[in-house]
């Protein structure tokens, strides 16, 4: 993972592959924080534990909570949409398929996986 120090110092620190690597690694770790988690954001995080239990009944509340959460605290992303790739009654893992922009406005996919146990795994 690319650190703050090195993006500034380059030329165009929205390009290339080292950004989407950055995003990546922040995503995965924003959507794998408990709320409350977060010692200098403690509003960062979601629980995915308490809404998995009630899947399939909470899949719109677990597509909400994740394109917020990028939204707050994601903010070289824009226009996040997500929406799940197995939509079935027994879960013991979700995919879910993000769209997004970057802020030059091109689209990006990123595929992530939510456990039962509730990691989440960005790629």
């Known amino acids: 993972m690319r650190g703050l120090l090195h993006r500034i110092a380059s030329e165009d620190p929205n390009k290339g592959t080292g950004v989407l690597e950055s995003i990546i690694a922040n995503l995965q770790a924003i959507l794998n924080t408990h709320e409350g988690d ?23 509340d677990v597509l909400r909570a994740v394109a917020a959460t ?33 802020a030059g406005h091109e689209k990006i996919r990123f595929l992530t996986e939510l456990s039962r146990g509730g990691g989440v795994r960005v790629r």
């Open 38 to 60: 977060g010692h200098t954001c403690p509003e960062m995080g979601v629980d995915f534990l308490d809404v998995l239990a009630r899947w399939p009944s909470s899949e719109s």
């Open 70 to 102: 990028i939204e707050r605290f994601e903010p070289r992303l824009r226009n996040v949409r997500v929406r799940t790739l197995n939509p079935t009654a027994i879960v013991s893992c979700v995919s879910m398929e993000i769209v997004a922009e970057l």
